[in-house]
């Protein structure tokens, strides 16, 4: 077999796998960003499982000078600080490393790619093939016939291998030591290599062409002429130098031995001590098998025995934490105990009789956590397999629910009176699961609800929050899991039905005991965070709403999606058919390669076209809509791919998400999420049912009243955003604009381009309506530029003049920044609060991530908090005037509502008083309402 050396540039690839989760960051339930130990991880996982290395070594640099930096003192002077995350990063990553049992090989004075340039030209003189794992395009000049660079996939690209010809052929060179020049010419800003000011990488490759090297450009500089040649002996000097730093070096001391670098079995031990603490866990497994687990405590020691509610024996309760204990730090506590080691005492009331204790026991309690067990996830299309409760740490009863629907409701019924209390606060993590369930069976929760898993979302916004890694973290205990009853998900799962009692009980109890643990853990944490009144007053009462929301659904016109599929599968073929005759070839239209070959190899649509990192032309829509005006099959090309999304997602998805039960679409809310409040949704994500484009709408007239004798009203908050930070600023002219009742967009265009507003255009009212919405968005005058198609300068003009006229949202801004700099976080006006641990990063891109976040999050976070008021006050009312009308939908800033004819006139200013008043601003909120037989006339 043919030994395959793997030499990995680390720096490199942790910067790759840290910016690729930048915005939808990875972190542990501490919030600590696992972003690089995760993705490098990934990596080196990757390529060992996919191309079976025989040898493997990790290369790093040393915070020593090199040689480079003493012939040039700027070298790498102008890199920004590492990101502290990617600092942070650093020693975990060396102790992977080493739990794989790989060399970490790094030298003071040597950069990781002059260790890797030796090692890798070693290596194949010793009969090796030798992949250079890196992104790097410095690595050019090492490449020969059995030495390559191996580019991991990223970002959706599939992986690269780069040898002698993909080198060249990439910089069109007819040797690869000439990367060196193409370095010297051009120079490397990441590096500070300053090249020859005013040479590119196209104008480098074109004088390489001719003269072959940067000495000999140097030395023909008269006959090239003109400003270039005078460029070439401007920074001739700094060419040279540029080339020479450009240079690895291939004479390190160092060795290889190939005993050294072969792949060996891991450190299992040490594996697991790292990705407990990094939580790890389903990577952990990946690596490590399906025994992977954190370490466990031995069995504790049997307290004395005393008797249960039923008589029984039991264990005595858990031993508190000590104080030491809740002291340590949570990213270093360890989850060591599990139902094997920790007393518990989990009982069954299977009969009447302990039923019947149980609920008299229970309707004396003040506060009791509850769970249900059922057939399935789809809380509107399971049933109910058992109830579980518990009232003290370590104690709890499981109470069964057979197949049968007469006996299961008789259950059921027996514990009404426990549900129909007003006194008793029921617990539970995401309960809204356990209300649904539970209103199949006629059963309302009439007491208060406390959600861990929202609570925990409004004290740690951005971690996860899976009960088992809520338990791992709070109380250093390892739930049983799942997929030990009842098998890894996909088609061969079972489910809780299947499942032996005792092992049910001792699972269904469990996770009433933990949650009720947790409840203990985060009530005292809310009003410390000061959110506790974002959660009594909008989370937590939300629930309800939901549940009913939920457990209601919306009819669809299939019918009318039958039809809108097939003129779609007529439309898709005709604007297929269309790109093939102005091609003047067949080919596959679904694949990017062959559909740029075509726009820009055969109808040369664009001589600059860029290419991905895969070689291929860049065929994505943002490039296609550059290109629409040029040519006929651009735009049949983009219908294609519209239709052919909306037909696939939408249109032929929907039907298969009706449930059998109602018929209806049942849409399941994550109130738990979006790091700014903001619901999102699934089966169906709503969210994200086109609405910019009329095809796109088409979709929302499948969306139909429950019967004749309903109607669909939807009601849009107008604005809001805008109105928000008009509010929270406190600018004086956009809020007199809206108190005015102006065109929000004209007015600015007025103030910005300093015209009266009757002499507005259509195209200063659409820039101005960019600005509006972008400023909040921290948009630049590159990315304003680019959304309008403007000159830079213009769109700069743009925004000065905007923040000219607008101060006081200019100070907002910067206002909004300096606090989350000196508190670590911003708020809504309600209180919901986003942690920015990187506002005061020395790294400027990740330091202005957390600035727009800054700004955006109490503008997007009030919008939020709003809405949801106004969702609670309208389901209340609704409630209590005893309507027939249900709250259906929310998508974004708009509520959708299943009303009967009869109540039209009673409930649209019920509606509309709802939301105006949710939350009191400084400007007038408007609300919008449409009535129709479908979602699309009603909006």
Not at 155 to 175: A, F, S
Not at 341 to 357: G, V
Not at 441 to 446: I, Q, T
Not at 642 to 649: A, G, H, P, V, W
Request: charged share 25%; glycine share 6%; hydrophobic share 40%.
């Amino acid at each position: 077999m043919q030994k395959k050396l793997f030499l990995l540039d680390a720096m490199a690839l942790i910067y790759r796998a840290y910016y690729a989760l930048i915005r939808n960051p990875r972190l542990t339930s501490t919030g600590r960003n696992t972003n690089a130990q995760f993705g490098f991880t990934s990596t080196l996982l990757d390529l060992i499982n996919k191309e079976k290395p025989t040898h493997m070594a990790v290369a790093f640099d040393t915070h020593a000078p090199t040689e480079r930096h003493t012939t040039f003192v700027d070298y790498k002077a102008n890199r920004m600080d590492a990101p502290e995350d990617i600092l942070d990063s650093l020693d975990d990553i060396k102790r992977i490393i080493k739990g794989f049992n790989i060399p970490v090989v790094e030298l003071d004075g040597y950069e990781a790619d002059d260790v890797i340039g030796t090692l890798a030209w070693q290596a194949a003189d010793a009969g090796y093939d030798v992949y250079m794992v890196t992104p790097d395009k410095d690595y050019g000049q090492l490449v020969r016939n059995n030495v390559f660079i191996y580019k991991p996939p990223y970002m959706g690209n599939k992986e690269e291998i780069l040898g002698p010809k993909e080198v060249c052929e990439k910089w069109q060179i007819t040797d690869v030591h000439q990367v060196i020049d193409i370095l010297g010419l051009m120079g490397d800003a990441v590096d500070n290599i300053p090249g020859i000011p005013g040479v590119g990488e196209k104008t480098a490759m074109k004088l390489l062409s001719q003269y072959h090297s940067v000495e000999e450009v140097i030395a023909n500089a008269d006959k090239i002429g003109g400003k270039m040649g005078e460029k070439i002996k401007a920074g001739a000097e700094s060419a040279v130098l540029s080339k020479q730093l450009a240079t690895i070096i291939t004479d390190v001391p160092v060795t290889f031995h190939e005993e050294d670098f072969c792949i060996k079995d891991p450190n299992r031990e040490q594996l697991i001590e790292v990705f407990t603490e990094l939580e790890f866990k389903t990577l952990g497994k990946r690596i490590l098998g399906d025994g992977f687990a954190t370490p466990a405590a031995e069995p504790a020691t049997p307290p004395k025995v005393q008797l249960d509610l039923f008589g029984n024996e039991i264990q005595g309760a858990a031993p508190p934490v000590s104080e030491e204990a809740q002291d340590v730090p949570l990213s270093i506590m360890v989850a060591d105990k599990n139902i094997n080691n920790t007393p518990h005492n989990y009982i069954l009331a299977d009969t009447p009789e302990k039923r019947a204790e149980l609920l008299e026991l229970l309707l004396k309690q003040q506060e009791i956590s509850f769970d249900t067990e059922t057939t399935g996830t789809d809380a509107n299309a399971v049933d109910l397999v058992g109830m579980s409760f518990s009232i003290k740490a370590g104690e709890g009863w499981y109470i069964p629910v057979p197949a049968d629907k007469a006996q299961a409701q008789a259950i059921v019924d027996s514990f009404l009176p426990l549900f129909n209390t007003t006194h008793i606060t029921l617990i539970g993590q995401n309960i809204k699961y356990d209300m649904i369930v539970m209103k199949w069976y006629g059963v309302e929760f009439n007491g208060p609800v406390f959600d861990t898993m929202l609570a925990h979302y409004l004290i740690e916004p951005e971690g996860r929050r899976g009960m088992d890694l809520l338990s791992a973290q709070y109380l250093q205990y390892e739930p049983v899991s799942i997929e030990t009853l009842i098998g890894k998900k996909g088609k061969g799962q079972g489910n809780m039905r299947d499942v032996e009692i005792d092992k049910i009980k001792e699972y269904a109890v469990e996770d009433a005991d933990i949650t009720l643990q947790l409840k203990e853990k985060f009530a005292p944490l809310l009003p410390l965070k000061a959110v506790d009144k974002v959660f009594y007053d909008v989370e937590n009462p939300l629930v309800r709403v939901l549940t009913d929301m939920e457990y209601e659904g919306i009819a669809l016109d299939i019918q009318a999606l039958s039809d809108y599929s097939r003129e779609l599968e007529t439309e898709i073929k005709r604007a297929e058919e269309s790109v093939y005759t102005q091609a003047g070839v067949r080919f596959n239209l679904a694949s990017p390669k062959q559909l740029g070959e075509v726009l820009f190899e055969k109808l040369l649509l664009d001589p600059k076209a860029k290419k991905t990192k895969t070689g291929q032309y860049a065929t994505g829509e943002d490039v296609l809509a550059k290109l629409a005006n040029k040519h006929q099959i651009v735009e049949d090309i983009l219908v294609f791919r519209e239709l052919s999304k909306l037909k696939s997602t939408y249109v032929d998805a929907l039907p298969l998400m009706l449930n059998k039960r109602t018929n209806r679409v049942h849409t399941s809310y994550n109130q738990a999420v979006a790091v700014t409040g903001r619901l999102s949704s699934n089966n169906p994500n709503l969210q994200n049912i086109p609405i910019r484009t009329d095809r796109g709408r088409e979709v929302r007239k499948a969306f139909v009243a429950k019967n004749e004798d309903y109607v669909l009203m939807s009601a849009d908050y107008s604005q809001i955003e805008l109105r928000i930070i008009a509010a929270i600023s406190g600018d004086v002219h956009m809020i007199d604009a809206f108190r005015q009742g102006l065109d929000i967009h004209a007015a600015t265009a007025a103030k910005v381009y300093g015209v009266e507003l009757a002499d507005v255009t259509a195209d200063m009212r659409r820039n101005a309506k960019s600005v509006n919405f972008g400023i909040i968005y921290g948009v630049s005058a590159f990315g304003l530029s680019e959304n309008l198609g403007i000159a830079r300068g213009e769109a700069k003009t743009l925004i000065d003049n905007y923040f000219a006229q607008y101060p006081s949202i200019k100070k907002y801004m910067d206002d909004q920044i300096k606090s989350a700099q000196q508190n670590g976080y911003v708020e809504t006006l309600l209180g919901r609060k986003r942690w920015l641990k990187d506002i005061n990063s020395s790294n400027a891109v990740v330091r202005g991530y957390a600035e727009r976040n800054a700004i955006n999050m109490p503008i997007q976070g009030t919008a939020a908090d709003m809405i949801k008021l106004a969702m609670i006050s309208i389901h209340k009312t609704l409630k209590k005037e005893n309507l027939r009308s249900r709250m259906i939908l929310q998508v974004h800033d708009e509520l959708v509502f299943d009303v009967h004819k009869d109540e039209i006139e009673q409930i649209k200013p019920l509606i509309q008083d709802g939301m105006r008043n949710a939350l009191p601003l400084a400007v007038p909120v408007d609300v919008e309402i449409g009535i129709g037989v479908n979602w699309l006339q009603a909006h």
